[in-house]
């Protein structure tokens, strides 16, 4: 017959899923600090030889970090999604920075789309969260303030899908975009009519999200990210007409 004994799992296996869950669920992440050793044992419910067997576990996976005297840390599980030679190319060539954009209406708009039928009530009331933070940092005016809260806003989207694979994918892609790979969005926030436009959008997306409504969340993602698209194109010309028209100027004062 075609059974075995249960084996018991031993409680350092158990806490290495559930440490394992929470990074894949994006609950920790990476560079989060662990609670000390103590409360992290506490909290579990398991002896502190357990956890250590636990945590070098995870280390050797590459999913747990300790740093002497500074504590344990959730590794950089995303540092080796793009290589040097790969992100250098997107940052030369502005064909990456337009295909990015178009990736990112098709997933988000997706994501979106699920998080409107998917997303349970806390997760809309996070994503409603972080956009009255948006509303209060266009006030201030603070391009970087805006420009963070932006991308949580749209990671907390992506969460609200309970898509795994969609998550830490989309997380990788916006760490290039906040280290200006693919464009410098704070540009985007520096004129007041290109901001007041930007939070109206946001706010159509979060309206949609909160009446779960899937195809008008969709469509206000992907409305946005046009807007985006088109915004830089038309900066893209602005950059190449002022650059040809100081030649026009130099070249006459040399006359």
Known sequence: MPFEKIQAEKLSGAVVKQIELLILRGILRPGDRLP??????????????SLRE???TLQDRGLLDTRAGAGIFVGNVM??????????LFSDHDEAMFDYIS?????EGM?????????SDTDLKVIATIFGKMEAAHTKRNPTEESLLDAEFHLAIIEASHNVVMLHMMRAMFQLLR???FYNRQVMFKQRTTRDTLLDQHRAI????QARDPHAAKAAVAAHLTYVENSLSDQQRTDRN????VQRLQQEAAR
């Open 179 to 181: 280290e200006g790979v």
């Open 206 to 209: 979060n309206d949609a999200l």
């Open 54 to 56: 636990a945590v070098a």
């Open 36 to 49: 000390s050793e103590r409360e992290l044992a506490e909290r579990l419910g398991v002896s502190r030889p």
């Open 242 to 245: 002022e650059a040809i028209a």
């Open 111 to 119: 994501a979106a789309e699920r998080a409107a039928r998917l997303g």
């Open 103 to 107: 990736f990112r209406r098709d997933m």
């Open 79 to 88: 540092g080796a999604e793009f290589s040097e030679t790969l992100v250098r």
